[in-house]
């Protein structure tokens, strides 16, 4: 492309219209376009209304903590909340109690843009720069009928986790959460303007997502509906354009969003400055809804190929049984949580041991099974009805095993981490002392999130121990 034609804003209609949506959806459709989904496209209906997701997260976190802050009370931001909070409490509590508002508000209705994203299927990986989960729900209920089967990575600067693999090479949609996602842990998602700032000078450090940005350097990007001000829209097209911006040799980014057309000077600084920037002067879901359309409407094409991958030989166990994994043990009846566990685990960049080839007993075995428990970080069995039975069963030997291990480490570091997956008590399991006389955690509702979180914590504690 010209300069003169990558600085052009897109018009309403027209030749060149169409030849700007043909080829964003031949892009699309060879796999080379990654968009970066902002807070304007989460808008939500509640009590016969639509209104922002974080308009409504803002009130509602004001109710929850019992403040009243200063500015208008129909269009508060989070950043208002907590501070009218930090004059009162622990600014930490804004963490949790939000993410508590966020889990109650999980029955709304997800937003129609986020699902149409869903439905373009070369799509493969979605950068969001929000804290909620609607995206991932969507591609979820879009493509593997309401499975959580969406891989999920959040990025944080004090966890910086990055992409497993380059963006060819991802065998399942994913959704990278840019500043972080909702949990418990205070600072690792972005509530404020000061945890946005934190975000985005980790995000220019040694410790940066640098596969993830790699990825956007290489690939058109669509930013859609950003919402940020002036100098954090900025950095998010320079973030798209890891060379400077006059450089003309790389990629495009597509840019739909409001406050490109409000803001003049913003509006300069792309023209003028950023030359492999597309500007469409338009509401994000008004973009999105055009890009749906446009792209089901476009001949379909054969989904690029994946180069085969080798399956390890089934006398072995998996190569990731290394050094300072988690050992993850289970019944066999629960082997899909226990799979879905060591995903999350592995999308946090923790190594995992997980017996995915059911190799049977035999003394070869066990000692391989012992072996990897002295060489292993944490050993996390999941306990569920299934780990009550009578019977024979296999995962009862790596129990004993990791009870004659625990013993070689000090009291005070963790390594036995059981972790109940249904409403089993510590008590059903009184003759294991082994597992009752420790900490359980639990898995909630399915959700894995928490649980690597947790996890990722004691993993760290293992390490510095």
Same mark, same amino acid.
């Given at each position: 492309?010209?300069?003169?034609?990558?600085?052009?804003?897109?018009?309403?209609?027209?030749?060149?219209?169409?030849?700007?949506?043909?080829?964003?959806?031949?892009?699309?459709?060879?796999?080379?376009?990654?968009?970066?989904?902002?807070?304007?496209?989460?808008?939500?209906?509640?009590?016969?209304?639509?209104?922002?997701?974080?308009?409504?997260?803002?009130?509602?976190?004001?109710?929850?903590?019992?403040?009243?802050?200063?500015?208008?009370?129909?269009?508060?931001?989070?950043?208002?909340?907590?501070?009218?909070?930090?004059?009162? @409490?622990?600014?930490?509590?804004?963490?949790? =109690?939000?993410?508590? +508002? %966020?889990?109650?508000? $999980?029955? #709304?209705?997800?937003? &129609?843009?986020?699902?149409?994203?869903?439905?373009?299927?070369?799509?493969?990986?979605?950068?969001?720069?929000?804290?909620?989960?609607?995206?991932?729900?969507?591609?979820?209920?879009?493509?593997?009928?309401?499975?959580?089967?969406?891989?999920?990575?959040?990025?944080?600067?004090?966890?910086?986790?990055?992409?497993?693999?380059?963006?060819?090479?991802?065998?399942?949609?994913?959704?990278?959460?840019?500043?972080?996602?909702?949990? @418990?842990?205070?600072?690792?998602?972005?509530? =404020?303007?000061?945890? +946005? %700032?934190?975000?985005? $000078?980790? #995000?220019?450090?040694? &410790?940066?997502?640098?596969?993830?940005?790699?990825?956007?350097?290489?690939?058109?990007?669509?930013?859609?509906?950003?919402?940020?001000?002036?100098?954090?829209?900025?950095?998010?097209?320079?973030?798209?354009?890891?060379?400077?911006?006059?450089?003309?040799?790389?990629?495009?980014?597509?840019?739909?969003?409001?406050?490109?057309?409000?803001?003049?000077?913003?509006?300069?600084?792309?023209?003028?400055?950023?030359?492999?920037?597309?500007?469409?002067?338009?509401?994000?879901?008004?973009?999105?809804?055009?890009?749906?359309?446009?792209?089901?409407?476009?001949?379909?094409? &054969?989904?690029?190929?994946?180069?085969?991958?080798?399956?390890?030989?089934?006398?072995?166990?998996?190569?990731?049984?290394?050094?300072?994994?988690?050992?993850?043990?289970?019944?066999?009846?629960?082997?899909?949580?226990?799979?879905?566990?060591?995903?999350?685990?592995?999308?946090?960049?923790?190594?995992?041991?997980?017996?995915?080839?059911?190799?049977?007993?035999?003394?070869?075995?066990?000692?391989?099974?012992?072996?990897?428990?002295?060489?292993?970080?944490?050993?996390?069995?999941?306990?569920?009805?299934?780990?009550?039975?009578?019977?024979?069963?296999?995962?009862?030997?790596?129990?004993?095993?990791?009870?004659?291990?625990?013993?070689?480490?000090?009291?005070?570091?963790?390594?036995?981490?059981?972790?109940?997956?249904?409403?089993?008590?510590?008590?059903?399991?009184?003759?294991?002392?082994?597992?009752?006389?420790?900490?359980?955690?639990?898995?909630?509702?399915?959700?894995?999130?928490?649980?690597?979180?947790?996890?990722?914590?004691?993993?760290?504690?293992?390490?510095?121990?």
């Amino acid at each position: 492309m010209s300069a003169d034609a990558t600085r052009a804003s897109i018009p309403a209609s027209g030749k060149r219209n169409d030849a700007f949506w043909n080829t964003l959806v031949a892009l699309i459709n060879a796999g080379r376009v990654i968009p970066i989904v902002g807070q304007d496209l989460v808008i939500v209906e509640h009590e016969n209304r639509r209104e922002p997701l974080n308009a409504l997260l803002a009130r509602r976190l004001a109710e929850a903590l019992d403040v009243q802050p200063e500015g208008d009370p129909t269009n508060l931001t989070l950043t208002q909340v907590a501070v009218a909070y930090k004059q009162v @409490g622990d600014l930490q509590d804004v963490y949790a =109690t939000l993410h508590n +508002v %966020l889990a109650e508000l $999980r029955t #709304l209705a997800i937003p &129609e843009p986020l699902l149409k994203l869903a439905r373009i299927l070369p799509l493969q990986l979605f950068v969001t720069t929000t804290i909620d989960d609607f995206l991932q729900r969507a591609i979820d209920q879009e493509r593997h009928g309401g499975r959580a089967e969406t891989q999920v990575i959040s990025y944080a600067p004090q966890r910086a986790n990055d992409l497993p693999r380059p963006l060819v090479d991802l065998e399942q949609s994913t959704v990278f959460h840019l500043m972080g996602r909702a949990s @418990g842990t205070p600072f690792e998602y972005a509530v =404020t303007e000061e945890d +946005v %700032l934190e975000f985005v $000078r980790s #995000l220019e450090s040694d &410790e940066r997502p640098r596969r993830l940005l790699g990825e956007l350097d290489d690939n058109h990007v669509l930013i859609i509906g950003s919402g940020y001000s002036d100098w954090l829209s900025r950095f998010f097209v320079r973030l798209a354009q890891q060379p400077r911006l006059l450089s003309m040799d790389q990629e495009t980014t597509v840019i739909a969003d409001r406050s490109v057309s409000s803001d003049p000077a913003l509006h300069e600084f792309l023209s003028q400055f950023s030359l492999r920037s597309r500007l469409f002067y338009a509401d994000p879901v008004v973009f999105v809804d055009e890009l749906f359309q446009r792209w089901q409407a476009a001949p379909k094409v &054969e989904p690029r190929p994946r180069e085969a991958r080798p399956m390890p030989p089934p006398d072995k166990p998996p190569p990731e049984s290394h050094a300072w994994a988690v050992f993850v043990s289970y019944a066999s009846e629960d082997r899909a949580i226990a799979e879905k566990l060591s995903n999350g685990l592995r999308a946090a960049q923790i190594p995992v041991w997980f017996d995915r080839w059911e190799i049977k007993g035999g003394d070869l075995w066990a000692a391989e099974i012992e072996e990897g428990l002295r060489n292993c970080s944490l050993f996390a069995p999941l306990i569920s009805k299934h780990t009550l039975t009578a019977g024979a069963r296999y995962f009862r030997t790596e129990w004993d095993a990791a009870g004659r291990v625990a013993p070689m480490f000090r009291p005070s570091r963790p390594f036995i981490v059981p972790i109940a997956i249904d409403d089993t008590s510590p008590e059903e399991l009184s003759d294991y002392p082994l597992l009752t006389k420790r900490q359980w955690e639990r898995l909630r509702d399915g959700q894995v999130d928490e649980l690597v979180d947790r996890i990722r914590q004691l993993f760290r504690k293992a390490k510095a121990s």
